[in-house]
């Protein structure tokens, strides 16, 4: 893979977030910048790659994310930064301690099971595992 012809994406944006900060209280200002020090100081997950990252003011949750561009999502929880899942098939939403996701629709059990491996495993052999899988396959 040529790497200097990737070019970064940037998050998909739903219809409830917005890249306009100018909606947020001096209430989510601040909590924006406790979050940008924190994804400066704090070591993350394995879930979460610091690439591409911008703020973002959810007004459906009243709140501020960090979102990179693979779409993972970072909100303060507990003055930490995790990471916010959402299922893409039901759309249950929450921190991964607090994912009681008890659809029975395969696709949502495909979703925690895939979700669990990647918080799991270092990003690097997450990729590396990806990309022979896509060899494998052509």
């Given at each position: 893979m040529?790497?200097?012809n ?11 977030r ?31 790659h610091?690439?591409?990252v911008i ?12 979102i990179?561009?693979r779409?993972?999502?970072l ?6 930064l ?10 249950y ?10 659809s ?10 895939d979700?669990q ?6 990003p ?11 060899v494998?396959?052509?």
């Open positions: 040529d790497l200097n990737v070019k970064p994406s940037l998050p998909i944006l739903s219809s409830s917005t890249l306009d900060l100018c909606q947020c209280t001096g209430y989510h200002l601040r909590r924006l910048e406790r979050m940008l020090r924190l994804f400066v100081e704090q070591d993350l997950s394995y879930d979460f610091k690439r591409n703020p973002v003011y959810d007004t459906y949750l009243c709140d501020v994310l960090l990179n561009d779409n993972h999502v909100r303060l929880h507990e003055d930490q995790d990471c916010w899942y959402t299922c893409p098939e039901c759309h939403a929450g921190f991964w301690e607090d994912f009681k996701h008890h029975k629709k395969p696709e949502c059990d495909k979703y925690k099971k979700t491996v990647r918080r799991d495993i270092p690097v052999v997450l990729e590396a595992k990806q990309e022979r899988a896509k494998v396959q052509h």
